[in-house]
């Protein structure tokens, strides 16, 4: 069902294209991904790929400020605006912000639903917490709620600063626990002039092509790190993305910052050659 839709999301699209249009479409970085895409939902199972880590065990976790470690979420959400001082941009929109207040005007940013959740920053999870907890024994006793009390695993991966970066509240909401996708060349708005995008029949969300690098890379390494499962098609979306959009000095700068709060970053980041390893 999936491959029929994707084949005649496409069909509709070039089918609307003159000569001169098909051949720019055919040039850009765009078909790229999407064909990588359609690879992998022609040819992959959507069988869960094997976890890397046979076992993490879980790393004592600190809460004061200038103590050097893991965090659990509440902790680090009292590091993060630190650790982004300068760099005060959302990561789907692009809009600068000052404190939790989002700056509209810069990023041409409309609500689609929520104005009051629009006007905040929050702390999005790249990987989302339901990915990181729905399968351990803690989510089917009591949720994320019985997580982030109990499971010390857990509370390691919800905190880790690799995975957190500031997004328009409304957007992290209607993100949820949505995969990354790429079905939409030239995006119709959803947020104004916001070029990420949700589909909710799908469930799928479009990030801004400026970040799609770093967001695979975070999700990579989160799967890495927590041996977590990725399905074939997903994995090859990132993989494709991670090699398209080259690490960028604003996630060697963020990277640095982790680094010194976390004692850990993302090593995809600091050694981008690993990338060979991770997608083969």
């Given at each position: 069902?999936?491959?029929?839709?994707?084949?005649?999301?496409?069909?509709?699209?070039?089918?609307?294209?003159?000569?001169?249009?098909?051949?720019?479409?055919?040039?850009?970085?765009?078909?790229?991904?999407?064909?990588?895409?359609?690879?992998?939902?022609?040819?992959?199972?959507?069988?869960?790929?094997?976890?890397?880590?046979?076992?993490?065990?879980?790393?004592?976790?600190?809460?004061?400020?200038?103590?050097?470690?893991?965090?659990?979420?509440?902790?680090?959400?009292?590091?993060?605006?630190?650790?982004?001082?300068?760099?005060?941009?959302?990561?789907?929109c692009g809009c600068r912000y000052q404190g939790?207040?989002v700056d509209w005007a810069s990023c041409g940013?409309?609500?689609?639903?929520?104005?009051?959740?629009?006007?905040?920053?929050?702390?999005?999870?790249?990987?989302?917490?339901?990915?990181?907890?729905?399968?351990?024994?803690?989510?089917?006793?009591?949720?994320?709620?019985?997580?982030?009390?109990?499971?010390?695993?857990?509370?390691?991966?919800?905190?880790?600063?690799?995975?957190?970066?500031?997004?328009?509240?409304?957007?992290?909401?209607?993100?949820?626990?949505?995969?990354?996708?790429?079905?939409?060349?030239?995006?119709?708005?959803?947020?104004?002039?916001?070029?990420?995008?949700?589909?909710?029949?799908?469930?799928?969300?479009?990030?801004?092509?400026?970040?799609?690098?770093?967001?695979?890379?975070?999700?990579?390494?989160?799967?890495?790190?927590?041996?977590?499962?990725?399905?074939?098609?997903?994995?090859?979306?990132m993989c494709a993305w991670a090699r398209q959009?080259?690490?960028?000095?604003?996630?060697?700068?963020?990277?640095?910052?982790?680094?010194?709060?976390?004692?850990?970053?993302?090593?995809?980041?600091?050694?981008?050659?690993?990338?060979?390893?991770?997608?083969?």
């Amino acid at each position: 069902m999936r491959t029929s839709i994707f084949l005649i999301s496409i069909s509709l699209s070039l089918a609307a294209c003159d000569s001169h249009q098909l051949n720019q479409v055919a040039k850009s970085g765009e078909v790229k991904q999407l064909a990588a895409l359609g690879e992998a939902l022609l040819s992959g199972t959507g069988q869960a790929a094997p976890a890397q880590i046979d076992k993490v065990s879980p790393q004592p976790l600190v809460g004061g400020s200038k103590e050097v470690g893991y965090r659990n979420f509440t902790a680090a959400k009292r590091i993060l605006p630190r650790l982004y001082s300068g760099m005060e941009v959302d990561f789907y929109c692009g809009c600068r912000y000052q404190g939790k207040d989002v700056d509209w005007a810069s990023c041409g940013y409309q609500p689609r639903k929520s104005e009051s959740r629009a006007s905040r920053i929050e702390w999005e999870h790249v990987v989302p917490a339901w990915v990181l907890g729905h399968q351990r024994q803690c989510w089917q006793q009591g949720g994320r709620k019985n997580c982030a009390a109990n499971d010390p695993l857990f509370q390691m991966a919800e905190g880790d600063l690799n995975n957190l970066v500031p997004a328009v509240g409304e957007v992290n909401g209607d993100r949820a626990n949505f995969s990354y996708g790429a079905w939409e060349i030239h995006p119709r708005p959803v947020y104004g002039q916001c070029q990420s995008i949700v589909d909710f029949k799908l469930k799928r969300f479009q990030p801004r092509e400026e970040v799609r690098g770093a967001a695979a890379r975070i999700t990579l390494y989160m799967h890495q790190r927590y041996g977590l499962s990725m399905s074939r098609q997903d994995k090859q979306l990132m993989c494709a993305w991670a090699r398209q959009y080259p690490v960028d000095e604003w996630e060697r700068q963020r990277n640095k910052r982790i680094m010194q709060w976390q004692g850990e970053g993302n090593f995809l980041v600091s050694q981008p050659e690993e990338l060979s390893r991770v997608c083969g």
